[in-house]
């Protein structure tokens, strides 16, 4: 579903830019991959708020709405005590704020194990109660059978392999995968599956480089990199990580801005001059005619 959502800019502070412009669609993303080589890597960041999506919206090819919410919005331990209902409310917004950018909404733990069926279920109500473009769910080879079943009913699903945060208490913690033989050979394995099953793309965590450079060389469609490698199809962080809104900076980060010292010091300054009555000023005052 394509939708350009024009907000009443006089009531509303949501300002979007309502240049018609036509969505990415998932076959375009998919076809960016040719002959096993994207020649243009696909550019993914996540957005949560329809204003976040507006401005990242003409830099990328994907908009993730991640359960990464979770912390970065919620401020919760992991991403599992997110809900259905919280991915749908951010999905919908995102897809208010954008109008050019392929929105993918992560299914929440919980909404998608079980069954093929229940997949379904959940999956259905994020394509009809946001408009999004498809859904990405974590797992490999248990999850097969749940990708062909959606994809086949017309639902496109990313995969996400590697480390799947999901599964922090089955895997111990957020350390890169793949060091041992075993683990290396189960990723790839996991990848190959999720492309079988018809998955339109693959994203791939915390995994040593060998195993990205890999599954990027074997699989037909496009994988997406975060702490993996640059020869990944195409790359994705949590913006708030990239916009140096948190202390903690993983590995695989990059900070391309200090947003947070910048908050700090504006709201420094705000408080300052509230204290020392000089805000509001003459030009933020209304004065009898
Ligand atoms: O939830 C999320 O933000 C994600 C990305 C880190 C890939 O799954």
Redesign the pocket.
Known sequence: MSTTFQLDTATSRANPTPAPMKRLTVPAIQRRKKDGVTAEPLVML?AYTARQAQLLDPHCDLL?V???LGQVIYGLPS?LPVTLDMMIAHGAAVVRGSYHSVVIV?MPFGSYEASPQAAFASASRIMAETGAAGV?LEGGQAMAETIAFLTQRGIPVMA?IGLTPQAVNALGGYAARGRSEAEHAKIVADGEAVAQAGAFAV?I?GVIEPIAIALTEALAIPTIG?GASAKCDGQ?L?TEDMLGMFERVPRFVKRYADIAGMIDDTAAKYAEEVRARSFPGAEQTYQPK
């Open positions: 996540t993730l991640g359960d990464s991403t992560d990405k996400h994203v965590e975060i994705v949590v």
